[in-house]
């Protein structure tokens, strides 16, 4: 199905650190009114953790808690790395 190619494509994107990319795909399933999983908004925040893009990162964790979908280790795991990588440590106690 087309949304099993688009989360391997996340996956993809992840595992590339590609985040522009997993932005814009996540960008063009909310367009599409496609529904969007935990696993894909991961997916989107570990690419931009392993850019170092916590802003975006952080965002896309917002989001998801926008969309009521439920944070797990992988969304707080990815979003911590970031802010440490980037130096934003202050921001990380607060997740």
Do not use: H, P
């Amino acid at each position: 199905s087309n949304g099993f190619r688009m989360q391997q494509i996340l996956i993809w994107c992840e595992k590339a650190g590609q985040w522009r990319q997993a932005l814009g795909l996540l960008g063009a399933r909310q367009k599409a009114s496609l529904v969007l999983d935990a696993s894909s908004y991961n997916a989107a925040i570990t690419a931009c953790a392993k850019a170092e893009q916590w802003q975006q990162a952080l965002g896309l964790l917002a989001a998801m808690q926008n969309a009521c979908l439920v944070l797990d280790v992988n969304s707080y795991n990815a979003a911590i790395s970031v802010c440490e990588k980037s130096g934003q440590w202050q921001l990380a106690l607060g997740l």
